[in-house]
């Protein structure tokens, strides 16, 4: 029962003798248990299923050799057999080679017709080498829909979406119950070889369909990471903007200097803000989307854990006099290094800016996706410029947020409505509500986030 590749198989058993051989065949093959199972007729046919439909299928073909008179099995199997340019030993070959006096199988089956593999038929006697296996003889033009049908099903009902279909049919291009043929094995890990280079007819785009099954084509493979990088209050951003992702019914991982969070929950409580930590996020398959802080010094001397983000924000150019371990001197060198946040979002993702600082600002033409500006003032050079162009800003007006899309604006609430540790750090909360803006989220829930997110680490699982 644990056989694969055709090892321990006899089949059309016609004598108690070729049952009793066969029977200590499987057992030594296999090791275990032998199952026993009604001789189907026809040829051994492989359907590789892939979601619910059948994209290839190849047919086998027993082997034959004819006798000559003068040549051994061995020799026949090598002059008529193995010198087809489609056998070999290799993965890359569509066939096996075939040594008859290796083989348990071929063994039994020409014991079964009084022979060895170093008998020599007369000439013209036809020698079974092997009844199955071959599988490489590509027939999925041929496929009958209700076979296509029984296989798709067949996969469903152990619970595979990715399945090889073993069965037998004389005929691939009729219903199975018109012929007696039947399936007769499920494969949950079935090679691919027999339909990327069948020995006959035309290579299927396997491969393809695979990825389209497992990854939609509206699908980029890719959750949103939002990457926070700067001076000025990088923590709470981060923090705050998982909260508001966390809120909208994502289960989100956020790695910051307060620690490593899985949906909400401190998992470490050591500075997270690390390459390791970010990975540890980004191989987690419950997480849904990942917010990372970024300073400077990580950046320098690890690198970012990802290699493309959907919203990156960057909050300052400044502190590049603590850096002097890195040879950062000059503020230019260190804006060189946090534009490296701007250079990974993606052409459909968001940069968010502080347009307060000149040297952010200017990171706006390093964005392949577009910029969301925030500042405390209105009538900052780079947001009046950017509204005039229809682009997006956050601000303060009056001391409530606003955030203005074009000419169109929304307030979203009173800075004073909230607690006063948050209203503070006006900034960093304009930078959080931009980073979520971009994301999707709507501003009812970001005014509903912001009145019950609480900023201290000891208190709040953000």
Excluded at 141 to 156: F, G, K, M, Q, W
Aim: hydrophobic fraction near 45%.
């Amino acid at each position: 029962y644990d056989g694969n590749h055709g090892r321990g198989v006899s089949v059309n058993l016609m004598t108690r003798a070729d049952v009793e051989a066969a029977y200590q065949l499987a057992r030594r093959k296999g090791g275990g248990g032998v199952i026993v199972e009604r001789f189907v007729i026809g040829n051994e046919h492989r359907l590789l299923v892939v979601g619910k439909r059948v994209v290839a299928a190849a047919r086998g073909e027993s082997l034959w050799v004819c006798g000559d008179g003068n040549s051994n099995i061995i020799e026949l199997v090598d002059s008529q057999i193995n010198t087809d340019p489609r056998r070999g030993t290799g993965e890359d070959s569509p066939l096996n080679a075939v040594a008859p006096e290796q083989g348990a199988e071929i063994i039994l089956e020409l014991k079964r017709q009084g022979l060895t593999a170093y008998s020599i038929p007369a000439d013209g006697q036809k020698v079974l080498i092997q009844p199955n296996g071959n599988v490489a003889f590509d027939v999925t033009d041929l496929i009958h829909p209700s076979v296509a049908a029984a296989a798709t099903l067949a996969a469903r009902v152990v619970g595979l979406d990715i399945a090889g279909i073993d069965l037998v049919a004389e005929d691939i291009s009729r219903p199975l119950e018109e012929q007696g043929g039947a399936i007769i094995e499920v494969n949950a890990s079935p090679g691919l070889l027999a339909h990327l280079k069948p020995a006959e007819g035309q290579p299927r785009a396997i491969g393809a369909a695979i990825m389209d099954h497992l990854f939609a084509p509206e699908e980029t493979g890719r959750m949103p990471i939002v990457g926070v990088t700067g001076t000025r209050g990088i923590t709470l951003i981060a923090r705050l903007v998982a909260w508001l992702i966390h809120i909208s019914g994502k289960h989100v991982g956020l790695a910051c200097s307060e620690g490593l969070y899985l949906d909400g929950r401190r998992v470490t409580d050591t500075n997270c803000a690390n390459w390791e930590a970010g990975q540890r996020l980004l191989i987690n398959r419950s997480v849904q989307a990942a917010v990372f802080e970024n300073g400077a010094r990580m950046i320098l001397g690890e690198g970012l854990a990802y290699d493309k983000c959907a919203v990156g924000v960057v909050t300052d150019v400044s502190g590049h006099e603590a850096l002097g371990e890195f040879y950062i001197h000059e503020p230019d060198q260190l804006y060189t290094v946090l534009r490296t946040q701007v250079d990974v979002i993606l052409p459909d993702g968001v940069a968010v800016l502080n347009a307060a600082d000149p040297q952010v600002v200017e990171m706006a033409a390093l964005c392949d996706g577009t910029v969301v500006f925030y500042g405390l003032d209105p009538q900052l050079d780079a947001i009046v410029a950017h509204r005039a162009g229809g682009g997006r800003v956050v601000f303060l007006r009056d001391g409530s947020i606003v955030l203005a899309d074009g000419a169109k604006e929304t307030a979203l609430l009173p800075m004073s409505s909230l607690k006063p540790s948050k209203a503070a750090q006006s900034e960093s909360v304009m930078a959080a509500v931009a980073a979520a803006w971009a994301l999707g989220i709507g501003p009812e829930l970001i005014g509903a986030g912001l009145r019950t997110f609480e900023s201290n680490p000891k208190k709040t699982n953000y």
